[in-house]
């Protein structure tokens, strides 16, 4: 109900056009806008949703296993699905939040059942700063029909790091280390892990490493958009 709500809240404010091309539209997006959204294929590594051969287990995973489980991603990060998530994340068009969180649902509904969505968290800095947490919005359009609760306390940013958008890959992973906490135990759950973007997996490898300290069974991710690995 609310995410119909939402949707029709933002179809006004856009005003019967297509926040894309700008042509008439019924929705957000007009149809040919929507039908040219980068939305990944069915070849992608089942760990880390890059492109692997037959969809299977690629070789960085197996080389060095990340602490989630499994990632499901919606779209490539790529123009227009790029203009999307930025729309959102920086210049706070809320309104595109039931349509991201429409796409994640086309993804996840046919994936397994998990018992609780966590959206990656930000920190109070950051959330000051920009007075929403994009992923928490996205996570709370997610398609009712997607029976997990969402439970956005589950796990905390204990401290403010630098946008990873920034770094250098080497400098990634320090970056976040030990910057996520699970206050309660959460034994033997399956937890999915929202987030718009996945670049390098390490904020999500970060989260899910204390999901499972935690007593998690399985992690997976549910992003927006999936960004391929230099020179793809």
């Known amino acids: 109900m609310l995410a119909e709500l939402a949707q ?34 069915a070849e992608r590594c089942p760990r880390c949703a890059l492109a692997s051969p037959g969809g299977a287990v690629c070789g ?7 602490a989630y489980d499994a990632t ?22 809320l309104a595109l939040a039931p349509l991201l969180g429409g796409l994640v649902s086309e993804r996840v509904r046919r994936s397994e059942p998990v018992d609780c969505v966590v959206p990656v968290p930000l920190s109070r800095r950051r959330l000051a700063e ?13 398609d009712g029909a997607i029976r997990a609760r969402l439970s956005p306390e ?5 401290r403010d790091t630098a946008a990873q958008m920034g770094l250098p890959l080497a400098e990634r992973e320090g970056n976040v280390a030990g910057a996520f906490r699970c206050p309660n135990p959460i034994d033997g759950a399956i937890v999915a892990v929202l987030d718009d973007v996945m670049t390098t ?25 999936r960004t391929p690995p230099p020179g793809a």
Do not use: M
């Open 201 to 225: 997996g390490t904020t999500l490898d970060a989260v899910a490493a204390e999901l499972k300290r935690a007593g998690a069974a399985r992690v997976v991710n549910w992003v927006v958009a």
């Open 72 to 93: 499901v991603a919606a779209l490539e990060y790529r123009f227009p699905a790029d203009v999307l998530v930025h729309a959102l994340k920086f210049r706070a068009e």
């Open 130 to 142: 920009r007075g929403f947490n994009q992923s928490l919005e996205i996570a709370r359009r997610l």
């Open 154 to 158: 589950l796990c905390r940013r204990t």
């Open 8 to 41: 029709r809240i933002g179809d006004r404010l856009f005003g019967g056009s297509c926040f894309l091309c700008r042509g008439a539209a019924a929705a957000l997006l007009c149809a040919r806008c929507d039908a040219e959204l980068p939305r990944l294929g």
């Open 60 to 66: 960085r995973c197996l080389a060095a296993p990340p």
